[in-house]
């Protein structure tokens, strides 16, 4: 029988993401899923993408959340308790980036 892949929510914590509020980000969403067992919330080093931070992505859905502010937390919590994702900040990097950085999960590189 196959098991389900844990979904991963990886908040960058480098510099530019952090001095634009992704600590707090990423314990409001540590928080928010500290009881589904399916859902991951992570640090991550740096997406590159450090000019749209804070940048948060999610995997294996291959969701780039860019521009987060706290007020945006809620929509993304409830959209991925749906299945669904939040338009208005998502996927608005440059695709290139967002292929690099998955093809480096895609592999296993955290
Ligand atoms: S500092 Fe967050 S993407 Fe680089």
Not at 93 to 100: H, I, P
């Amino acid at each position: 029988m196959a098991t389900e892949e844990k979904t991963l929510i990886l908040v960058c914590q480098n510099s530019d993401c952090k001095l634009k509020g992704s600590e707090e980000i990423m314990v409001r969403l540590q928080e928010a899923f500290a009881d589904n067992e399916g859902i991951e919330v992570c640090p991550y080093m740096c997406f590159g993408t450090c000019e749209r931070a804070p940048n948060i992505v999610i995997y294996p859905q291959r969701q780039w959340y860019s521009d987060v502010d706290a007020s945006d937390l809620p929509e993304i919590v409830e959209a991925l308790q749906n299945g669904s994702r939040v338009e208005r900040i998502c996927d608005q990097v440059d695709e290139g980036a967002r292929d690099f950085i998955y093809t480096l999960l895609d592999v296993g590189i955290y």
